[in-house]
């Protein structure tokens, strides 16, 4: 596997884009996920913040990639 990210230049994962939808938050919203996302928001750091880098690892991790930009 390449170590340069695709957006960098390096080759990408998926052979073909992902197609583009629009979700419905509303079928995955707990409690839980609630308080993050006000959380985030009464922190003022929506990007480049601990929940960012958070998202990113877990999503690395579940994807089995070496990089991963949320």
């Known amino acids: 596997m390449n170590d340069i990210p695709a957006i960098l230049g390096g080759t990408p994962v998926l052979s073909e884009m992902a197609g583009i939808v629009k979700p419905s938050i509303s079928d995955y919203t707990t409690p839980e996920l ?35 930009v949320a």
């Not at 003022?44 to 990089?67: R, S």
């Open 34 to 68: 609630m308080d993050r996302i006000e959380g985030i928001l009464k922190s003022n750091m929506v990007t480049n913040g601990v929940t960012v880098k958070e998202l990113e690892a877990a999503m690395a991790d579940y994807l089995g990639v070496d990089h991963l």
